[in-house]
């Protein structure tokens, strides 16, 4: 059974920082890409970082650039997102998902989902 439990999100301040986990049971996360996905009210899900298994290449959307850190741990089968200096425009319900070992940061590249984490970046 493929599971992907996201953990680490809640309220933080503007300016803040939040580390979000992936945590892969039932597969070897490394022998899929994985990518952080958010949703706002009202907005399409986007993809935010992607991380690929075969070369660890990454991902990530303009708007995170410099702020946002994908990693990977396969010792224990977890991927994280570091989030620093977070503003309102990041808050949203981020999910994450593995996909082929080749794909793309879309939705569509991605079939196994976790049940999302709210954050929420407010003053």
């Known amino acids: 059974q493929l599971q992907l439990v996201e953990s680490g999100g809640g309220l933080v301040q503007p300016g803040g920082s939040l580390r979000l986990s992936c945590a892969a049971s039932?597969?070897?996360?490394?022998?899929?890409?994985i990518g952080w996905f958010r949703q706002a009210p009202g907005k399409e899900r986007e993809g935010v970082s992607c991380?690929?298994?075969?070369?660890?290449?990454?991902y990530y959307v303009d708007s995170v650039k410099g702020r946002f850190t994908i990693s990977r741990d396969n010792a224990k089968n977890t991927v994280y997102l570091q989030m620093n200096s977070l503003n309102p425009e990041d808050t949203g319900v981020y999910y994450c998902?593995?996909?082929?070992?080749?794909?793309?940061?879309?939705?569509?590249?991605?079939?196994?989902w976790g049940q999302g984490t709210q954050v929420t970046v407010s003053s």
């Open positions: 998902a593995a996909g082929t070992v080749q794909a793309m940061c879309v939705t569509t590249f991605y079939d196994y």
């Open positions: 039932g597969f070897t996360l490394d022998d899929y890409a």
């Open positions: 991380i690929r298994s075969s070369d660890g290449s990454t």
